[in-house]
Antibody, heavy 122, light 109 residues
Framework: QVQLQESGPGLVKPSQTLSLTCTVSGGSISSGGYYWSWIRQHPGKGLEWIGYIYYSGSTYYNPSLKSRVTISVDTSKNQFSLKLSSVTAADTAVYYCASLPEMATIGYFDYWGQGTLVTVSS | EIVMTQSPATLSVSPGERATLSCRAS??????LAWYQQKPGQAPRLLIYGASTRATGIPARFSGSGSGTEFTLTISSLQSEDFAVYYC???????????FGGGTKVEIK
């Protein structure tokens, strides 16, 4: 069973870049069969998809965040990462990494990390 | 963007009773719809995908139905561990723009 674990700073200053890493265990990213995604949840609110990546490096982003988001993959470390630039207080949220099975229609999240709270504040 | 609307926002149910949660899409998503359960302080857990297929390990009391724009999650007999927030999510766009509903909180009556 795939397990995911987010890591990264819990506090980021406004205008800086938020950087998080998700470490995958129980399976190899380079084996394919999954896409790897980031999702966030503002405090007390609903869920927002940020983007996802395949092991080959192909990426798909939420158009509302696309100008500020970069998702990358490091198959040697079995990790994928999120960078969100020019953050403001509105980017304060719990950030989750998750996997999407490579099916005929891609898009539901079967395994999730526990989530990490990132606060944007000076 | 496809907007997902869930109703009701809060559902008060007694243990052992049936719960029916609704999810409506602003345009057809075919059967490309998933349901998740989220408990406080935890990540969401996949319950249903493809509108009606239970995920691995999900009890049979959870069932999903619908297609197009109208979907339902039914919990046939609520157990204490089922009180949580439930989200629907569509995945019908290409290029992808995955969107979630606002959630329904199922609370103890």
């Amino acid at each position: 069973q795939v397990q995911l674990q987010e890591s990264g700073p819990g506090l980021v200053k406004p205008s800086q870049t938020l950087s998080l890493t998700c470490t995958v265990s129980g399976g190899s990213i380079s084996s394919g069969g999954y896409y790897w995604s980031w999702i966030r949840q503002h405090p007390g609110k609903g869920l927002e998809w940020i983007g996802y990546i395949y092991y080959s490096g192909s990426t798909y982003y939420n158009p509302s965040l696309k100008s500020r988001v970069t998702i990358s993959v490091d198959t040697s470390k079995n990790q994928f990462s999120l960078k969100l630039s020019s953050v403001t207080a509105a980017d304060t949220a719990v950030y989750y990494c998750a996997s999407l099975p490579e099916m005929a229609t891609i898009g539901y999240f079967d395994y999730w990390g526990q989530g990490t709270l990132v606060t944007v504040s000076s | 963007e496809i907007v997902m609307t869930q109703s009701p926002a809060t559902l008060s149910v007694s243990p052992g009773e049936r719960a029916t949660l609704s999810c409506r899409a602003s345009q057809s998503v075919s059967s490309n719809l998933a349901w998740y359960q989220q408990k406080p302080g935890q990540a969401p857990r996949l319950l249903i995908y493809g509108a009606s297929t239970r995920a691995t390990g999900i009890p049979a009391r959870f069932s999903g139905s619908g297609s197009g724009t109208e979907f339902t999650l039914t919990i046939s007999s609520l157990q204490s561990e089922d009180f949580a927030v439930y989200y629907c999510q569509q995945y019908n766009n290409w290029p992808p723009r995955l969107t979630f509903g606002g959630g329904t909180k199922v609370e103890i009556k």
